[in-house]
């Protein structure tokens, strides 16, 4: 079975975007343009990934943040040929040329193709939220990393809206990058 990552960045106050999903926040800080692709372990990780899976607020900020419906040759750059899984539950544009399935329903639903298409390579959860708690809820989740920012915002979209009780999570590491603090947890099954 492949391992489940949610790879992001955050505020310090546990927010992944502010009230209208901008991630403007996150590119004021030196380095944060390039959160991901600036940290020294991000291509290490990008190798072992086999298949993304976002929620279609995600999808629908990619797209329009790096102007893909006219630049499509960008997703192919950056991502390459990965499978990239979309749960929405409305119709949303394709980028041309991207290997992007949209799905809708619970997560345990389509697991096991979402699995199969990763192979033995991990699954990258780009975001957000609310779909990673959802992974979490299916016993799906194995691996957070997280790169906190050193900015607060009053209000927008939470980390991960959901409790999971310190049971579950163990501190695998911590280190520095830049203005990032970095903190990776491996994730236990419910009940655990």
């Known amino acids: 079975m492949p391992r489940t990552i949610f790879y992001t960045a955050?505020?310090?106050?546990?927010?992944?975007?502010?009230?209208?999903?901008?991630?403007?926040?996150?590119?004021?800080?030196?380095?944060?343009?390039t959160a991901e692709t600036g940290d020294a372990g991000f291509p290490d990780f990008f190798a072992?990934?086999?298949?993304?899976?976002?929620?279609s607020?995600?999808?629908?900020?990619?797209?329009?943040?790096?102007?893909?419906?006219?630049?499509?040759e960008k997703w192919q750059q950056f991502y390459g040929a990965l499978p990239t899984f979309v749960f929405?539950?409305?119709?949303?544009?394709?980028?041309?040329?991207?290997?992007?399935?949209f799905i809708r329903?619970?997560?345990?639903?389509?697991?096991?193709?979402i699995a199969a298409a990763a192979g033995d390579r991990d699954v990258w959860l780009v975001g957000g939220g609310d779909l990673?708690?959802?992974?979490?809820?299916a016993g799906h989740l194995d691996q957070l990393r997280v790169s906190i920012a050193p900015v607060t915002l009053?209000?927008?979209?939470?980390?991960?809206p959901r409790v999971i009780e310190s049971d579950r999570l163990r501190l695998e590491s911590v280190d520095r990058t830049g203005q990032?603090?970095?903190?990776v947890y491996s994730v236990g099954p419910p009940g655990s």
């Open 154 to 160: 009053h209000s927008g979209r939470p980390l991960l």
């Open 10 to 33: 955050t505020t310090l106050n546990g927010f992944l975007a502010d009230d209208a999903d901008s991630l403007d926040w996150l590119f004021r800080v030196p380095g944060g343009e």
């Open 57 to 72: 607020t995600t999808y629908e900020w990619v797209v329009a943040h790096e102007h893909l419906a006219e630049h499509p």
């Open 105 to 113: 329903g619970p997560v345990s639903e389509h697991w096991e193709q």
């Open 48 to 55: 072992g990934v086999g298949v993304m899976v976002e929620g």
């Open 132 to 137: 990673v708690g959802q992974f979490a809820d």
């Open 88 to 101: 929405s539950t409305r119709d949303l544009p394709r980028v041309p040329g991207a290997d992007i399935r």
């Open 180 to 183: 990032f603090a970095r903190l």
